[in-house]
Protein backbone atom coordinates (compact mmCIF):
# COMPACT_ATOMS: atom_id res chain seq x y z
CA UNK A 1 0.00 0.00 0.00
CA UNK A 2 1.29 3.58 -0.75
CA UNK A 3 1.53 5.38 2.07
CA UNK A 4 1.01 9.06 -0.07
CA UNK A 5 -0.72 10.08 -3.00
CA UNK A 6 -0.21 8.84 -6.34
CA UNK A 7 1.49 12.56 -7.32
CA UNK A 8 3.11 13.37 -4.03
CA UNK A 9 5.07 9.30 -4.78
CA UNK A 10 6.11 10.76 -7.91
CA UNK A 11 7.33 14.79 -6.83
CA UNK A 12 9.60 12.08 -4.33
CA UNK A 13 10.51 9.99 -6.26
CA UNK A 14 11.65 12.85 -8.81
CA UNK A 15 13.46 14.74 -6.18
CA UNK A 16 15.17 11.80 -5.20
CA UNK A 17 16.86 11.04 -7.80
CA UNK A 18 18.86 13.99 -7.67
CA UNK A 19 22.65 14.11 -6.00
CA UNK A 20 22.74 13.65 -2.56
CA UNK A 21 19.14 13.89 -1.59
CA UNK A 22 17.77 10.30 -0.27
CA UNK A 23 14.48 9.39 0.25
CA UNK A 24 14.32 11.08 3.76
CA UNK A 25 15.38 14.58 2.37
CA UNK A 26 12.81 14.30 -0.75
CA UNK A 27 9.66 13.60 1.31
CA UNK A 28 10.70 16.60 3.46
CA UNK A 29 10.73 18.60 0.05
CA UNK A 30 8.20 17.54 -1.36
CA UNK A 31 5.86 18.17 1.63
CA UNK A 32 7.29 21.74 1.93
CA UNK A 33 6.65 22.14 -1.68
CA UNK A 34 3.04 21.20 -1.74
CA UNK A 35 2.29 23.77 1.27
CA UNK A 36 4.42 26.76 -0.62
CA UNK A 37 2.15 29.47 -2.21
CA UNK A 38 1.88 28.50 -5.77
CA UNK A 39 4.06 31.70 -6.67
CA UNK A 40 6.98 30.74 -5.07
CA UNK A 41 6.91 27.05 -6.98
CA UNK A 42 6.86 28.48 -9.68
CA UNK A 43 9.43 31.37 -9.17
CA UNK A 44 11.05 27.92 -8.42
CA UNK A 45 10.44 25.91 -11.37
CA UNK A 46 11.02 28.96 -13.81
CA UNK A 47 14.54 28.92 -12.33
CA UNK A 48 15.18 25.36 -13.19
CA UNK A 49 14.02 25.70 -16.28
CA UNK A 50 15.72 28.99 -17.14
CA UNK A 51 19.37 28.01 -16.51
CA UNK A 52 18.47 24.35 -18.08
CA UNK A 53 18.34 26.34 -21.24
CA UNK A 54 20.34 29.50 -20.96
CA UNK A 55 23.35 27.84 -19.15
CA UNK A 56 25.66 26.02 -21.79
CA UNK A 57 29.90 25.55 -22.20
CA UNK A 58 32.10 28.54 -22.38
CA UNK A 59 33.26 28.25 -25.59
CA UNK A 60 36.85 28.66 -24.57
CA UNK A 61 37.55 26.52 -21.08
CA UNK A 62 34.11 24.53 -21.15
CA UNK A 63 33.04 25.80 -17.62
CA UNK A 64 28.89 26.79 -17.38
CA UNK A 65 28.13 30.08 -18.10
CA UNK A 66 25.58 32.02 -19.87
CA UNK A 67 27.68 33.81 -22.31
CA UNK A 68 29.48 32.97 -25.11
CA UNK A 69 32.90 33.17 -22.92
CA UNK A 70 32.33 33.07 -19.25
CA UNK A 71 33.55 36.06 -17.14
CA UNK A 72 37.28 34.53 -16.40
CA UNK A 73 38.33 33.80 -19.90
CA UNK A 74 36.83 37.27 -21.40
CA UNK A 75 39.09 39.05 -18.53
CA UNK A 76 42.19 40.85 -19.22
CA UNK A 77 43.07 40.72 -15.89
CA UNK A 78 43.90 37.21 -16.06
CA UNK A 79 47.09 35.20 -17.43
CA UNK A 80 45.91 33.06 -20.19
CA UNK A 81 49.13 31.77 -20.60
CA UNK A 82 48.12 29.94 -17.80
CA UNK A 83 45.97 27.21 -17.59
CA UNK A 84 44.40 25.09 -14.60
CA UNK A 85 42.82 22.06 -15.56
CA UNK A 86 39.79 20.60 -13.21
CA UNK A 87 37.20 17.95 -13.63
CA UNK A 88 34.01 20.06 -13.34
CA UNK A 89 32.67 23.72 -12.80
CA UNK A 90 32.28 23.31 -8.91
CA UNK A 91 36.43 22.74 -8.59
CA UNK A 92 37.06 25.68 -10.58
CA UNK A 93 34.76 27.38 -7.81
CA UNK A 94 36.81 26.33 -5.20
CA UNK A 95 39.87 27.67 -6.64
CA UNK A 96 38.09 31.01 -7.68
CA UNK A 97 37.09 31.14 -4.09
CA UNK A 98 40.77 31.53 -2.97
CA UNK A 99 41.25 34.79 -4.56
CA UNK A 100 44.84 33.66 -5.54
CA UNK A 101 44.66 32.16 -9.03
CA UNK A 102 44.84 34.56 -11.71
CA UNK A 103 45.48 31.93 -14.37
CA UNK A 104 42.36 30.69 -17.00
CA UNK A 105 40.97 27.14 -16.67
CA UNK A 106 40.06 23.84 -18.51
CA UNK A 107 36.73 22.01 -17.18
CA UNK A 108 37.31 18.42 -18.17
CA UNK A 109 33.72 17.23 -17.16
CA UNK A 110 34.33 13.91 -15.52
CA UNK A 111 37.76 12.10 -15.21
CA UNK A 112 39.36 9.25 -16.89
CA UNK A 113 37.56 5.74 -15.29
CA UNK A 114 38.54 2.47 -17.21
CA UNK A 115 35.77 0.97 -14.41
CA UNK A 116 32.95 2.97 -15.21
CA UNK A 117 33.98 2.77 -18.94
CA UNK A 118 34.82 6.45 -19.13
CA UNK A 119 37.60 6.98 -21.90
CA UNK A 120 39.66 10.17 -22.75
CA UNK A 121 37.39 10.83 -25.88
CA UNK A 122 34.06 11.16 -23.02
CA UNK A 123 35.69 14.08 -20.99
CA UNK A 124 37.25 17.27 -22.75
CA UNK A 125 40.55 16.41 -23.42
CA UNK A 126 40.53 17.03 -27.22
CA UNK A 127 39.53 20.69 -26.25
CA UNK A 128 42.00 21.50 -24.18
CA UNK A 129 44.96 20.20 -26.42
CA UNK A 130 43.32 22.21 -29.13
CA UNK A 131 44.12 25.47 -26.98
CA UNK A 132 47.77 23.74 -25.75
CA UNK A 133 48.36 25.04 -29.76
CA UNK A 134 48.01 28.29 -29.04
CA UNK A 135 50.54 30.50 -26.43
CA UNK A 136 50.31 28.80 -23.14
CA UNK A 137 53.09 28.46 -21.16
CA UNK A 138 51.62 25.77 -17.72
CA UNK A 139 49.57 24.00 -17.35
CA UNK A 140 48.28 22.98 -13.83
CA UNK A 141 46.05 19.60 -12.98
CA UNK A 142 44.20 20.24 -10.62
CA UNK A 143 42.20 16.89 -10.80
CA UNK A 144 41.51 15.13 -7.62
CA UNK A 145 43.20 12.88 -5.94
CA UNK A 146 40.62 9.95 -6.44
CA UNK A 147 42.25 6.81 -8.77
CA UNK A 148 40.42 8.26 -11.47
CA UNK A 149 41.86 11.83 -10.64
CA UNK A 150 45.21 10.24 -10.59
CA UNK A 151 44.69 8.59 -13.74
CA UNK A 152 43.61 11.42 -16.04
CA UNK A 153 46.41 13.54 -14.19
CA UNK A 154 49.06 10.60 -15.92
CA UNK A 155 47.33 10.51 -18.91
CA UNK A 156 47.01 14.34 -19.79
CA UNK A 157 51.28 14.70 -18.60
CA UNK A 158 51.99 12.18 -20.79
CA UNK A 159 50.40 13.83 -23.79
CA UNK A 160 51.52 17.44 -22.80
CA UNK A 161 54.97 16.63 -22.36
CA UNK A 162 56.06 16.12 -25.82
CA UNK A 163 55.20 20.16 -26.70
CA UNK A 164 57.45 21.53 -24.36
CA UNK A 165 54.81 23.42 -22.01
CA UNK A 166 55.11 23.21 -18.88
CA UNK A 167 53.06 20.75 -16.80
CA UNK A 168 52.34 20.43 -13.14
CA UNK A 169 50.63 19.39 -11.00
CA UNK A 170 48.70 20.30 -7.78
CA UNK A 171 50.89 19.14 -4.24
CA UNK A 172 48.99 16.61 -1.85
CA UNK A 173 47.57 17.92 1.08
CA UNK A 174 44.61 17.20 -0.63
CA UNK A 175 43.29 14.31 0.66
CA UNK A 176 42.98 10.84 -1.22
CA UNK A 177 39.73 10.74 -2.95
CA UNK A 178 38.84 14.50 -2.01
CA UNK A 179 36.66 16.23 -3.89
CA UNK A 180 38.05 19.34 -4.35
CA UNK A 181 34.93 21.52 -3.14
CA UNK A 182 34.69 20.21 0.13
CA UNK A 183 38.32 21.23 0.62
CA UNK A 184 39.11 24.33 2.88
CA UNK A 185 40.66 27.51 0.61
CA UNK A 186 43.56 27.19 2.71
CA UNK A 187 45.18 23.19 1.97
CA UNK A 188 43.90 24.50 -1.78
CA UNK A 189 46.21 27.30 -1.83
CA UNK A 190 49.07 25.32 -0.11
CA UNK A 191 48.05 22.54 -2.51
CA UNK A 192 48.25 25.05 -5.63
CA UNK A 193 52.02 26.29 -4.15
CA UNK A 194 53.14 23.67 -3.59
CA UNK A 195 52.52 22.38 -7.14
CA UNK A 196 55.47 19.90 -8.61
CA UNK A 197 56.45 19.82 -12.24
CA UNK A 198 55.74 16.22 -14.25
ZN1 LIG B 1 35.73 30.24 -19.96
Redesign the pocket.
Known amino acids: MDLYSGKINKLIEELSSLPGIGTKSASRLAFYLVNEPEERVKRLTEAILDARENIHY ?1 R ?2 F ?1 L ?1 DEE ?2 P ?2 SSVKRDHNTIMVVENTRDLAAYEKTGRYDGVYHVLHGAISPMLGIGPNDIKLKELMKRLEGDVEEVIIATNSSLEGETTAMYISKLIKPTGIRVSRIASGVPVGGDLENIDEVTLLRALEGRVEL
Do not use: G
Open positions: CECTTLCIC
